[in-house]
C-alpha cells in the first residue's frame, strides 16, 4: 500500500489509488486493475481538458479584458496625442488670427489717415480752384484796365499829336 505521503502527492483522486492498491493474489486482476484506473485517470485527464474549470475560465476571461484595456489605453493615448495636436493647431491659428486681427486694426487706422488726407486734398484743391478763379478773375479785371488804359493813352496822343504836343513829348 502506498504511503500517505505517495497518496497525497499522487495525480489520481485517493478512490483511484485505494482501488489499485487493493491487489489480489492473483496478477492477472492486478492487472486488469492498474488498467483500468489508468484508462479512469486518461478519461479524467481529458473531461478536465475538454473542460476547463473556472479559474481557467477566469483567467481567459482576465487576459480578454486585459487586451481589452490595453486597446482602450492605447486608444485614449492616441486620442490625447490627437487632442495635443489639435490645441497646438488651434493655438497657432490663434495667433495667427490674433496678428491678422492687429494688422486689420492697423489697415483701418490707415485707411482712416488716407480718407482724412484725400478730404484734406479735396479741400485744397477746391480752395486753389477757388484760388485760381480769384486769380484768373484778378488777371482778367487787370487785363481789362490795362486795355481801357491803353486804350485812353491812344485817345490822348491821338489828342495829343492833333494838339501838336506829341512831338514835344517825344
Not at 502506498?2 to 502527492?9: G, H, N, T
Not at 492498491?21 to 484506473?37: E, I, L, Q, W
Not at 484796365?145 to 517825344?170: C, F, N, P, S, Y
Amino acid at each position: 500500500m502506498p504511503s500517505e505521503r505517495a497518496i497525497i502527492l499522487s495525480p489520481t483522486s485517493p478512490s483511484n489509488v485505494a482501488s489499485s492498491s487493493n491487489v489480489s493474489s492473483s496478477g492477472a486482476t492486478t492487472s486488469s486493475s492498474t488498467a483500468s484506473d489508468n484508462e479512469t485517470q486518461q478519461n479524467n485527464n481529458i473531461r478536465q481538458n475538454s473542460n476547463p474549470t473556472r479559474l481557467t475560465v477566469a483567467l481567459r476571461r482576465a487576459r480578454r479584458l486585459k487586451a481589452e484595456l490595453d486597446n482602450h489605453v492605447d486608444e485614449l493615448a492616441a486620442m490625447e496625442r490627437e487632442d495635443s495636436e489639435f490645441r497646438a493647431i488651434a493655438a497657432k491659428n490663434a495667433a495667427e488670427n490674433n496678428l491678422l486681427w492687429g494688422a486689420n486694426a492697423r489697415l483701418g487706422k490707415e485707411m482712416e489717415n488716407m480718407t482724412d488726407l484725400a478730404a484734406r486734398y479735396a479741400l485744397q484743391m477746391t480752395a486753389l480752384r477757388g484760388e485760381g478763379d480769384a486769380f484768373r478773375a484778378e488777371r482778367d479785371t487787370a487785363r481789362a484796365e490795362r486795355e481801357e488804359t491803353e486804350r485812353q493813352h491812344a485817345k490822348m496822343r491821338v489828342e495829343l499829336d492833333k494838339m501838336g504836343w506829341m512831338d514835344t513829348i517825344e
